[in-house]
């Protein structure tokens, strides 16, 4: 299954930053989850149950306790002992790497102003990852040029986004699914929004 239609199963991916956030995101609509904190061990087990569910489950690297975020051995951890679906970075030789190996591979951009916004393009566009997590991402503005300029290439909104009106903002901008951390916003569907 290509990224961009395991994205489209549900336009929320529960964003995780604790163990009970993470029991909620199992129990909730949401077809994907971003793990955005705690440790290995903690990974491991949210990644057995998400499995169970047939749920997707990435990692941001930089975010979990125990794994390293420059060594691309870790990578290898989070396919061959974790089960992680894939990994969220901002570094492009783990993008790189990701892909070769056969993990799904999405590019964390934090677009703070327009120089962010040309370099977040053009790495990109040179990279060619498997998606493009954009932050903030209640700026319908940003996610049009990135949708935009990258057609064929999902974009996650991530960040800042609060309500439904924001969820929906942000999807009738060209974003593909957003990542947010409020379950009370895990189980919208695409009709709800």
């Given at each position: 299954?290509?990224?961009?239609?395991?994205?489209?199963?549900?336009?929320?991916?529960?964003?995780?930053?604790?163990?009970?956030?993470?029991?909620?995101a199992?129990?909730?609509?949401?077809?994907?989850?971003?793990?955005?904190?705690?440790?290995?061990?903690?990974?491991?087990?949210?990644?057995?149950?998400?499995?169970?569910?047939s749920?997707?489950?990435?990692?941001h690297?930089?975010?979990?306790?125990?794994?390293s975020?420059?060594?691309?051995e870790?990578?290898?951890?989070?396919?061959?002992?974790?089960?992680?679906?894939?990994?969220?970075?901002p570094?492009?030789?783990?993008?790189?790497e990701?892909?070769?190996?056969?993990?799904?591979?999405?590019?964390?951009?934090?677009?703070?102003?327009?120089?962010?916004?040309?370099a977040?393009?053009?790495l990109?566009?040179?990279?060619?990852p498997?998606a493009?997590?954009?932050?903030?991402g209640?700026?319908?503005?940003?996610?049009?040029?990135?949708?935009?300029?990258?057609?064929?290439?999902?974009?996650?909104?991530s960040?800042?986004?609060?309500?439904?009106?924001?969820a929906?903002?942000?999807?009738?901008?060209?974003?593909?699914s957003?990542?947010?951390?409020?379950?009370?916003?895990?189980?919208?569907?695409?009709?709800?929004?």
């Amino acid at each position: 299954m290509t990224l961009l239609h395991r994205l489209a199963q549900s336009p929320i991916i529960a964003a995780v930053r604790s163990e009970e956030a993470g029991e909620l995101a199992l129990a909730s609509g949401a077809a994907n989850l971003f793990v955005m904190d705690g440790t290995v061990d903690a990974v491991v087990r949210l990644a057995k149950a998400a499995r169970s569910q047939s749920k997707g489950l990435f990692v941001h690297l930089d975010l979990v306790r125990g794994l390293s975020s420059t060594d691309k051995e870790s990578l290898v951890l989070l396919r061959d002992w974790i089960g992680a679906d894939g990994v969220v970075t901002p570094k492009a030789h783990l993008v790189k790497e990701a892909k070769r190996i056969g993990l799904y591979a999405i590019l964390h951009l934090f677009v703070i102003d327009s120089r962010a916004l040309s370099a977040g393009l053009s790495l990109a566009e040179s990279l060619r990852p498997d998606a493009v997590e954009i932050m903030p991402g209640a700026i319908p503005k940003i996610i049009g040029a990135f949708a935009d300029a990258l057609p064929d290439i999902p974009v996650v909104a991530s960040g800042l986004i609060d309500n439904a009106a924001e969820a929906a903002a942000a999807l009738n901008a060209g974003a593909t699914s957003l990542s947010v951390s409020s379950p009370s916003l895990w189980a919208l569907t695409h009709q709800e929004l």
